[in-house]
């Protein structure tokens, strides 16, 4: 069974540092991991996917996100974070098939303040 | 990108009746939909996968007679919460993969139930 794990319900950072949110995975085969946004009465928003390829995947507003197979970890990260960047993320995987629902981890919320 | 749609988009209900959420695919067709649950500050949790032509798979827990899923056309999946109480009340997601392989999956924009 595949499963996501994000350690921290919560991550303050102040503007302009750099945010790492945590994500770890388990999964029977090759994952695709994903990275969504949710800002408040909000849907989910693509962040960025690692399919293949570089273990460095960027994706949308600056962010990006380090495979890491040896850890099975996924976190993400932003160099300099804003105050626009406060939401709720959520790491998610999936199996290779692409018609199969994706697991969510329970989200981390981050702050970043002024 | 694709474009899920979801209507409405909040909805109040009074408890005992039936609500029923859509949730469209814009511009790609899709065998497969899911529909999630979230509970404020929690995640979201895989309630259904519907499929286009025949039955919907439910997680284990969820009951298919309250939560009743069409998948008429391949592009319109229905919820309807039957007889619902204020237990029910949540945010309700659904998504659709694109087709292929490689595929993505795009997130309709939630519907808000309240239940009174």
């Known amino acids: 069974a595949q499963s996501v794990a994000q350690p921290e319900d919560q991550v303050n950072v102040a503007e302009g540092n750099p945010l790492t949110v945590k994500c770890t995975y388990s999964?029977?085969?090759?994952?695709?991991l994903f990275w969504y946004v949710q800002y408040p009465n909000r849907g989910l928003q693509f962040l960025l996917k690692y399919i293949t390829g570089d273990n460095l995947v960027k994706g949308s507003y600056g962010f990006e996100a380090e495979f890491n197979k040896s850890q099975t970890s996924f976190h993400l990260k932003k160099p300099s974070a804003l105050v626009s960047d406060s939401a709720l993320y959520f790491c998610?995987?999936?199996?290779?098939?692409?018609?199969?629902?994706?697991?969510f981890g329970k989200g981390t919320r981050l702050s970043v303040i002024a | 990108g694709a474009v899920v749609s979801q209507h409405p988009s909040w909805v109040i209900c009074k408890s005992g009746t039936s609500v029923k959420i859509e949730c469209r695919s814009l511009d790609f067709q899709a065998t497969t939909m899911f529909w999630y649950r979230q509970f404020p500050k929690q995640s979201l949790m895989l309630m259904a996968t519907?499929?286009?032509?025949?039955?919907?798979?439910?997680e284990q827990g969820v009951e298919k007679d309250k939560f009743l899923i069409n998948h008429a056309s391949l592009t319109l999946s229905t919820l309807t919460v039957t007889s619902a109480h204020p237990e029910d009340s949540s945010f309700y997601i659904c998504?659709?993969?694109?087709?292929?392989?490689?595929?993505?999956?795009?997130f309709g924009p939630g519907t808000r139930l309240t239940v009174t």
């Open positions: 999964v029977s085969g090759n994952p695709y």
């Open positions: 998610a995987v999936r199996d290779i098939s692409g018609n199969t629902p994706l697991v």
């Open positions: 998504s659709a993969p694109t087709s292929g392989r490689r595929t993505e999956q795009y």
């Open positions: 519907s499929n286009e032509g025949s039955k919907a798979t439910y």
